[in-house]
């Protein structure tokens, strides 16, 4: 997916879930963590672009969970003084693990292994098909949102 999408779908699943701008601005941040990573920069060249292959290493699930599981072990050693920074990390990990799960969509991602690949293709990137998912995503939280959250 573009980034724009990942940043919409995931703000909006996010948003839908918690009802905190912060914590949405957080996951929108990690939405495109996994690309950032890979040097690809949302139209920019960063300069370690061409690093690593798309959609290895830096797509790869287990990653982002074990790093949600070392905020877990964070948060029981520095309780209230850091909780603020843990839940933000908590939520950019949250974000790329949305990113890799949409990747999942438009074509194969790591799952068990970094170098065995999973996933269907239900719309190429930057395609029309791809644009529609994320209306409806939108339209489809922002219904849950109003009849059982807000």
């Known amino acids: 997916m573009k980034w724009v999408s990942h940043e919409i779908v995931t703000g ?34 960063l300069p370690w672009r061409g690093l690593l ?42 974000g790329a693990l949305f990113h ?5 969509l438009c074509g194969k991602v790591p799952f068990f292994h970094p170098a065995k690949k999973v996933g269907v293709r239900l719309f190429r990137v930057g395609s029309f098909a791809e644009y529609v998912f994320a209306i409806v995503v939108v339209i489809v939280c922002y219904v849950v949102g109003r009849l059982f959250l807000w």
Do not use: Q
């Open 100 to 104: 890799i799960a949409e990747d999942a």
């Open 53 to 94: 292959a798309h959609r290895g290493w830096s797509h790869w699930p287990l990653l982002y969970v074990l790093g949600l599981l070392a905020l877990e072990a964070a948060e029981e050693t520095h309780g209230e003084s850091a909780a603020g920074f843990i839940l933000a990390g908590r939520f950019v990990l949250v």
């Open 12 to 45: 909006m699943a996010v948003y839908t879930w918690t009802g905190s701008l912060v914590s949405t601005a957080c996951a929108m941040a990690g939405a495109v963590l996994p690309d950032w990573i890979e040097g690809k920069g949302g139209g920019v060249r």
